[in-house]
């Protein structure tokens, strides 16, 4: 009936890209030679099929994982001191190696870094382990390849190039192949996208005429051929290359021919296809980054402080060693009762050492090591919290990283897809219009109304109907004469006209200058006169309580972003449907071709803004992924963010995975907001990597956005949860626990320098050695955990119901600079009034019946039970409550 279909269901395939010099061997007919082995290079893949590949491409092995075994102690280790403490700690282990410097041991903070540190390399391989874990339940699913004249079942991670598979019918695609048959007439094949663009609706591939009557394994054994393609490259859209079979014109081969990895396969049987990007080269994989190492905002505030904490401790040991040098020269010929004759005197650098030494305990070197227990114990708390449980998908939350758990209680913009994370990703069929009227799925007015006939709108509902049902892709049928026809929703056209038409599209197809536009130009010549019959209603509902979630975090000042590859009005109801605009807002939609228009557009929303402009105002910006592009290059990017920081709501529709990412990179990049990005699809990995803390949503895309993410989720409704309880109590406990190991060790150890005016800036000790080493690992070992775990500002019950207290962690309340040094200023003024009181009441008393003074030790020893004391006080006067209540596991 309409040929003609056939060529609009291909015309993305027209507009790719050829190399030239594949356009003029087709043109030549000298194309049959087969290539030579050593043609691929760089820029251009040779694969030979059922011929041995002379090049060995890159495994079909993926891992998300952030260590291997020869990885994981450089990167630990870089990892770990990252962080100021630990590179401070070294230093001073190294100093302690020193002889007759250390007035504390050699071994007093040596033993215990390196505690510290295997503790947090424990930590850090469970947490990768399960990271492999995710990653080899990929790489164990099996597909069948061709191996002689039988099909083979072996594991994905054993395919390589040239492999011919044979993959079916609701299977995932194991790696990028292209299509060579399938069970449906003509190599076409039906498949879902959705994991990696978000759109639900099926996708028609379609086999090469000359490989679609390959269909049994001694046909395919016999195919001996080449592809010859592109790079491996990200671009979800696009293919370039061409099949070469020996002594035989090429074919060329185009996005209509690619099976990608992440796609399913849908309503056809099977399909025979040839591996061509393998791993880490397909272009999901592409469009993926390799994990990255996440720090908190707390860790960088902690970082900053503690450099800052160690330029005072730098300044405290320089004003010591010169006190030092000053006593000695004044009281060195009168202090004669102290035999300095009999001693060598230290100078300045030996006595500055000293000093390092004996005060390097003000920054706690147990703080890392109580951070990463009880982070570790917080992320079991997400775990196991039943509410988070989703009966349906037998999913709980799961935390595969625990050193964000206090970044999920500061979020401050969440970037969310759409398909499968706002919404179900469950299509229902619900009406139709059709003839000005309009039936319901469960109206059986549609049905009488066809078996009625009569009339020109039952004539437009039976050929709606007709269409509806074969023509929601171009299908080709095999009549009973043979031949084939293609039936499509397109008039019927007259051969004259086509022929005519079809070759000026050869022509614009073929041409290397301008040829998107002209091909876009012929194929106006056709799409017009078009009728409308009619239209369908499909509904993705939104899942459960999205829109009371997004209405909670707008309270809770959290700006919700949607980036969806779907349709521009498809996301806008949607935005509509789950309450994040409402109809009294300004739409600013932002939708151009070019550069200059898309400067234009934005200079003239920034200018309407005016003083407005940075604050929030009642409009949402929608833009598509073609504008963004624009918006996202050099010179737009600040006044584009300050356009989106303007509006309450931003929707991106249209985008691909980089354009995902490159949106989270511009919100990291140009404000100081801790930023969340979640999805379900692997088109969403990029930018849950790229966000301060990726949240996957295990769905109906599979598990790829949970292999890449930090925190998994089963609906996006157990965000609320998430950030409002977990979120805040870590941030809020952990703000507690960091500040009160700082007050602890300065509380104590600030003594030295005190006790250092009294003892004529000797740098000795004041305190005995075994109590210095268990005054962290003992005597005040449990209140910085029962902070770290158990303190919370209020019930989960209050956080939830009011979202206006999760401000509080989001805008750093807790913990800042000021703050910070409040608690010094505290601690520095609990040191004065512990050592000095005491050392005036022992002054002249006589401590024993015997009538003998107790010594320094005396001094010491009472000093440190009121330091104890004191902090054990300190700490009840400091929690705010105390939760007890963990939950329970749900049966998995």
């Given at each position: 009936?309409?040929?003609?279909?056939?060529?609009?269901?291909?015309?993305?395939?027209?507009?790719?890209?050829?190399?030239?010099?594949?356009?003029?061997?087709?043109?030549?007919?000298?194309?049959?030679?087969?290539?030579?082995?050593?043609?691929?290079?760089?820029?251009?893949?040779?694969?030979?099929?059922?011929?041995?590949?002379?090049?060995?491409?890159?495994?079909?092995?993926?891992?998300?994982?952030?260590?291997?075994?020869?990885?994981?102690?450089?990167?630990?280790?870089?990892?770990?001191?990252?962080?100021?403490?630990?590179?401070?700690?070294?230093?001073?282990?190294?100093?302690?190696?020193?002889?007759?410097?250390?007035?504390?041991?050699?071994?007093?903070?040596?033993?215990?870094?390196?505690?510290?540190?295997?503790?947090?390399?424990?930590?850090?391989?469970?947490?990768?382990?399960?990271?492999?874990?995710?990653?080899?339940?990929?790489?164990?699913?099996?597909?069948?390849?061709?191996?002689?004249?039988?099909?083979?079942?072996?594991?994905?991670?054993?395919?390589?190039?040239?492999?011919?598979?044979?993959?079916?019918?609701?299977?995932?695609?194991?790696?990028?192949?292209?299509?060579?048959?399938?069970?449906?007439?003509?190599?076409?094949?039906?498949?879902?996208?959705?994991?990696?663009?978000?759109?639900?609706?099926?996708?028609?591939?379609?086999?090469?005429?000359?490989?679609?009557?390959?269909?049994?394994?001694?046909?395919?054994?016999?195919?001996?051929?080449?592809?010859?393609?592109?790079?491996?490259?990200?671009?979800?859209?696009?293919?370039?290359?061409?099949?070469?079979?020996?002594?035989?014109?090429?074919?060329?081969l185009g996005p209509q021919q690619m099976l990608l990895r992440g796609a399913k396969l849908r309503n056809t049987m099977w399909v025979f296809g040839i591996v061509i990007y393998t791993g880490?080269?397909?272009?999901?994989?592409?469009?993926?980054?390799?994990?990255?190492?996440?720090?908190?905002?707390?860790?960088?505030?902690?970082?900053?402080?503690?450099?800052?904490?160690?330029?005072?401790?730098?300044?405290?040991?320089?004003?010591?060693?010169?006190?030092?040098?000053?006593?000695?020269?004044?009281?060195?010929?009168?202090?004669?009762?102290?035999?300095?004759?009999?001693?060598?005197?230290?100078?300045?650098?030996?006595?500055?050492?000293?000093?390092?030494?004996?005060?390097?305990?003000?920054?706690?070197?147990?703080?890392?090591?109580?951070?990463?227990?009880?982070?570790?114990?917080?992320?079991?708390?997400?775990?196991?919290?039943?509410?988070?449980?989703?009966?349906?998908?037998?999913?709980?939350?799961?935390?595969?990283?625990?050193?964000?758990?206090?970044?999920?209680?500061?979020?401050?913009?969440?970037?969310?897809?759409?398909?499968?994370?706002?919404?179900?990703?469950?299509?229902?069929?619900?009406?139709?219009?059709?003839?000005?009227?309009?039936?319901?799925?469960?109206?059986?007015?549609?049905?009488?109304?066809?078996?009625?006939?009569?009339?020109?709108?039952?004539?437009?509902?039976?050929?709606?109907?007709?269409?509806?049902?074969?023509?929601?892709?171009?299908?080709?049928?095999?009549?009973?004469?043979?031949?084939?026809?293609?039936?499509?929703?397109?008039?019927?056209?007259?051969?004259?006209?086509?022929?005519?038409?079809?070759?000026?599209m050869e022509e614009a197809r073929l041409s290397m200058h301008m040829r998107e536009q002209k091909v876009a130009d012929a194929a106006e010549l056709i799409e017009k006169d078009l009728v409308?019959?009619?239209?369908?209603?499909?509904?993705?509902?939104?899942?459960?309580?999205?829109?009371?979630?997004?209405?909670?975090?707008?309270?809770?000042?959290?700006?919700?972003?949607?980036?969806?590859?779907?349709?521009?009005?498809?996301?806008?109801?949607?935005?509509?449907?789950?309450?994040?605009?409402?109809?009294?807002?300004?739409?600013?939609?932002?939708?151009?071709?070019?550069?200059?228009?898309?400067?234009?557009?934005?200079?003239?929303?920034?200018?309407?803004?005016?003083?407005?402009?940075?604050?929030?105002?009642?409009?949402?910006?929608?833009?598509?992924?073609?504008?963004?592009?624009?918006?996202?290059?050099?010179?737009?990017?600040?006044?584009?963010?300050?356009?989106?920081?303007?509006?309450?709501?931003?929707?991106?529709?249209?985008?691909?995975?980089?354009?995902?990412?490159?949106?989270?990179?511009?919100?990291?990049?140009?404000?100081?907001?801790?930023?969340?990005?979640?999805?379900?699809?692997?088109?969403?990995?990029?930018?849950?990597?790229?966000?301060?803390?990726?949240?996957?949503?295990?769905?109906?895309?599979?598990?790829?956005?949970?292999?890449?993410?930090?925190?998994?989720?089963?609906?996006?409704?157990?965000?609320?949860?998430?950030?409002?309880?977990?979120?805040?109590?870590?941030?809020?406990?952990?703000?507690?626990?960091?500040?009160?190991?700082?007050?602890?060790?300065?509380?104590?150890?600030?003594?030295?320098?005190?006790?250092?005016?009294?003892?004529?800036?000797?740098?000795?000790?004041?305190?005995?050695?075994?109590?210095?080493?268990?005054?962290?690992?003992?005597?005040?070992?449990?209140?910085?955990?029962?902070?770290?775990?158990?303190?919370?500002?209020?019930?989960?019950?209050?956080?939830?119901?009011?979202?206006?207290?999760?401000?509080?962690?989001?805008?750093?309340?807790?913990?800042?600079?000021?703050?910070?040094?409040?608690?010094?200023?505290?601690?520095?003024?609990?040191?004065?009034?512990?050592?000095?009181?005491?050392?005036?009441?022992?002054?002249?008393?006589?401590?024993?019946?015997?009538?003998?003074?107790?010594?320094?030790?005396?001094?010491?020893?009472?000093?440190?039970?009121?330091?104890?004391?004191?902090?054990?006080?300190y700490f009840y006067q400091e929690q705010s409550g105390v939760d007890l209540a963990f939950g329970q596991s749900p049966v998995r």
């Open positions: 009936m309409n040929v003609v279909g056939r060529y609009l269901g291909n015309v993305g395939d027209w507009i790719q890209t050829r190399l030239l010099r594949d356009i003029r061997q087709e043109e030549d007919g000298t194309s049959s030679a087969p290539p030579d082995p050593q043609a691929a290079h760089a820029d251009l893949r040779v694969v030979f099929v059922n011929r041995p590949q002379p090049e060995k491409y890159t495994s079909n092995r993926v891992s998300t994982a952030k260590y291997n075994l020869i990885s994981f102690l450089p990167l630990f280790l870089f990892e770990q001191f990252r962080r100021y403490s630990n590179c401070f700690f070294l230093f001073i282990a190294l100093l302690q190696q020193i002889p007759d410097v250390s007035p504390t041991g050699r071994y007093t903070t040596l033993m215990p870094l390196l505690f510290i540190l295997f503790i947090s390399a424990i930590k850090e391989i469970i947490e990768d382990i399960r990271r492999h874990a995710a990653d080899r339940r990929v790489n164990v699913q099996e597909v069948e390849v061709l191996k002689g004249y039988h099909w083979q079942w072996i594991r994905w991670s054993k395919l390589k190039v040239g492999d011919m598979v044979r993959v079916r019918n609701d299977s995932l695609f194991p790696a990028d192949l292209v299509l060579l048959s399938s069970s449906e007439p003509n190599a076409m094949a039906y498949v879902e996208t959705s994991n990696l663009d978000g759109e639900t609706n099926l996708k028609v591939r379609q086999g090469l005429a000359h490989t679609s009557k390959l269909l049994e394994p001694k046909d395919l054994n016999r195919f001996v051929c080449t592809v010859e393609c592109e790079s491996p490259n990200r671009h979800l859209y696009e293919f370039v290359g061409t099949l070469r079979e020996l002594g035989k014109p090429a074919h060329s880490h080269d397909t272009k999901l994989m592409k469009n993926s980054s390799f994990p990255p190492l996440k720090r908190s905002t707390v860790d960088k505030v902690t970082n900053g402080q503690i450099l800052w904490l160690f330029f005072l401790l730098i300044v405290i040991c320089v004003i010591s060693a010169v006190a030092s040098e000053i006593w000695s020269a004044s009281y060195l010929s009168s202090a004669w009762y102290l035999r300095f004759d009999d001693i060598v005197i230290s100078n300045f650098g030996f006595n500055l050492l000293t000093f390092i030494i004996l005060y390097n305990n003000l920054i706690p070197i147990s703080l890392q090591v109580t951070i990463e227990v009880v982070r570790l114990i917080q992320a079991t708390m997400i775990n196991y919290d039943v509410e988070m449980y989703h009966e349906e998908s037998n999913m709980c939350a799961m935390a595969r990283t625990s050193n964000l758990n206090e970044e999920l209680g500061q979020v401050k913009y969440i970037l969310s897809d759409k398909t499968g994370t706002l919404t179900k990703n469950v299509m229902e069929y619900k009406k139709c219009s059709v003839a000005g009227n309009v039936y319901h799925v469960d109206d059986d007015a549609l049905s009488k109304r066809l078996k009625e006939g009569g009339g020109s709108d039952a004539i437009l509902l039976k050929e709606f109907m007709t269409l509806l049902a074969v023509c929601h892709t171009v299908i080709p049928e095999i009549d009973s004469l043979g031949e084939i026809k293609y039936q499509a929703a397109s008039p019927e056209i007259p051969d004259a006209r086509y022929d005519e038409w079809k070759q000026r409308l019959l009619g239209a369908t209603g499909i509904e993705d509902k939104l899942q459960d309580q999205v829109p009371e979630t997004i209405a909670a975090f707008l309270l809770a000042n959290i700006h919700v972003w949607i980036l969806t590859g779907d349709k521009q009005e498809t996301a806008i109801n949607i935005a509509y449907s789950c309450k994040l605009i409402d109809p009294t807002m300004a739409l600013l939609i932002v939708n151009e071709d070019s550069l200059d228009a898309t400067r234009e557009t934005l200079l003239k929303h920034v200018h309407e803004f005016g003083e407005h402009l940075k604050r929030e105002n009642h409009c949402a910006l929608v833009i598509d992924g073609r504008t963004l592009k624009y918006a996202l290059s050099h010179d737009m990017r600040t006044d584009f963010l300050d356009l989106c920081v303007s509006c309450r709501a931003v929707v991106c529709c249209r985008v691909s995975p980089i354009q995902k990412a490159e949106v989270v990179d511009l919100l990291v990049q140009g404000t100081n907001a801790v930023t969340l990005a979640v999805g379900d699809g692997a088109n969403d990995v990029a930018m849950i990597q790229r966000a301060h803390v990726g949240v996957g949503v295990s769905g109906q895309e599979g598990m790829q956005a949970v292999c890449n993410s930090d925190y998994a989720v089963a609906q996006f409704r157990f965000l609320r949860k998430l950030l409002f309880v977990h979120g805040n109590w870590c941030y809020h406990r952990m703000c507690k626990l960091i500040l009160y190991s700082f007050y602890k060790n300065i509380c104590l150890y600030v003594i030295e320098l005190w006790y250092a005016i009294w003892s004529a800036w000797s740098g000795q000790t004041l305190f005995e050695r075994w109590c210095i080493g268990l005054y962290n690992v003992l005597f005040t070992a449990a209140p910085p955990l029962a902070l770290g775990l158990f303190d919370r500002v209020s019930t989960a019950e209050t956080m939830l119901k009011y979202p206006v207290l999760y401000k509080m962690s989001q805008e750093s309340q807790f913990f800042n600079f000021r703050i910070f040094w409040l608690w010094v200023i505290n601690a520095l003024a609990h040191s004065i009034v512990l050592f000095w009181l005491p050392a005036w009441a022992m002054a002249h008393d006589v401590m024993w019946p015997n009538g003998k003074e107790g010594g320094y030790l005396m001094l010491g020893n009472s000093v440190y039970t009121y330091v104890v004391v004191t902090l054990i006080q």
